[in-house]
């Protein structure tokens, strides 16, 4: 049985095509290494200094100098190349990536990501998450479609401190795939299982609802 993570990684690496630089975000996104195929000609960026993001280490010794910008261990491809923090933020602010994927707080109808504190909780930093919805091409929200407590986390207005204004443009959950328009939040896919009905119960936002509606992972 494929777990919601699963689920939510493998769809969103569904995403790329050859050619592609892609920004993994820390958390969620980055599982979705572990589903690009080794062939597939998608280079992923990690934004701590390096292109040539792999699969998560096997084993349990992994190379502890090869670590993704939340510090957790990873592997680097055939061909990866590391560089300052000055190259890879020139990566992301000059327009070179065709997306990135974050994890999210709160999502909201009109495209506004609010992902990097909740207040009165201490936060090490926003990180480079307002860099990366600023300049990646696509940027796409990974995340479990409530919070522990059952509440919505794609709303009409997000309540917390934004990471930035209408600049998502998917968003990807256990429950489906719905895609940030000008007229709202259209949804794309469902997941196995899962009907209009059950996603919209744990969506305040309304979602719109299209004539034909996919089935996520096929």
């Known amino acids: 049985m494929v777990n919601s993570r699963e689920l939510i990684a493998r769809r969103v690496a569904c995403f790329f095509q050859a050619g592609d630089l892609v ?70 602010r000059g327009g070179h990536l065709a997306a990135t994927v974050l994890g999210a707080l709160e ?44 509440e919505p986390k794609i709303l009409k207005k997000c309540s917390l401190p934004l990471t930035a204004v209408n600049e998502v443009d998917w968003i990807v959950t256990e429950l489906g795939v719905m895609e940030v328009t000008q007229q709202g939040i259209v949804l794309r896919e469902l997941a196995p299982g899962v009907s209009v009905q059950d996603i919209q119960l744990q969506t305040e936002a309304a979602l719109i609802i299209p004539e034909v509606v996919g089935c996520m992972g096929q």
């Open 23 to 92: 920004n993994l975000g820390i958390g969620m996104p980055t599982a979705v290494a572990n589903y690009i195929p080794a062939d597939s000609g998608i280079l992923l960026h990690s934004e701590n200094g390096f292109v040539g993001l792999g699969p998560a280490p096997q084993g349990d010794r992994p190379e502890k100098d090869v670590v993704n910008a939340g510090g957790a261990p990873v592997t680097m491809v055939p061909g990866a190349a590391c560089f300052d923090s000055a190259q890879s933020f020139a990566l992301i």
């Open 107 to 150: 999502v909201d109808e009109n495209g506004n990501l609010a992902n990097w504190m909740v207040p009165g909780k201490m936060v090490p930093g926003m990180g480079g998450a307002m860099d990366l919805v600023a300049g990646a091409r696509t940027v796409i929200i990974a995340m479990e479609h409530a919070t522990k407590n059952g």
